[in-house]
């Protein structure tokens, strides 16, 4: 039962990346959980945000692969993004003092991360016994 929950809420999170993708394309921004008008401070807030993560999920499926050589799963790969994303919002709220209001979308996204964390490691489980190597 709780599998059929996990996937729910990441086939919601694929319809919200899948909307926010078109409205872009469209001219239209829309910004996580559904909001279309955010303060330019927190434009700015969320737009530092976005590139460290973008910049650090980067650095590090390239040290993967160079060092491990191991494919992320593509699950991993969202896990990892929202990981950096929370923690580069974490780094940037304290350095630049962010009101608490602008860091309310962040619960939204470890709950996520959470659901995501939970999928991998019952994908783990589900495959143990067997050997399966991914190579790039």
Wanted: charge should be positive; glycine fraction near 6%.
């Amino acid at each position: 039962m709780i599998q059929y929950v996990r996937k729910f809420f990441i086939s919601l999170l694929l319809l919200w990346f899948l909307i926010a993708i078109c409205m872009m394309v469209f001219g239209t921004d829309i910004f996580f959980p559904f909001d279309l008008d955010i303060d330019q401070s927190e434009k700015m807030y969320r737009y530092k945000t976005i590139r460290f993560a973008a910049g650090c999920l980067l650095a590090y499926s390239v040290f993967r692969y160079l060092f491990s050589f191991k494919a992320t799963p593509s699950l991993g790969i969202v896990f990892n993004y929202g990981f950096f994303y929370l923690a580069g919002g974490i780094i940037f709220a304290y350095r630049d003092n962010v009101e608490l209001h602008y860091l309310l979308h962040h619960l939204v996204v470890a709950f996520l991360l959470i659901l995501i964390w939970f999928e991998l490691r019952q994908k783990i489980r589900d495959e143990g016994g067997k050997f399966k190597r991914d190579h790039f």
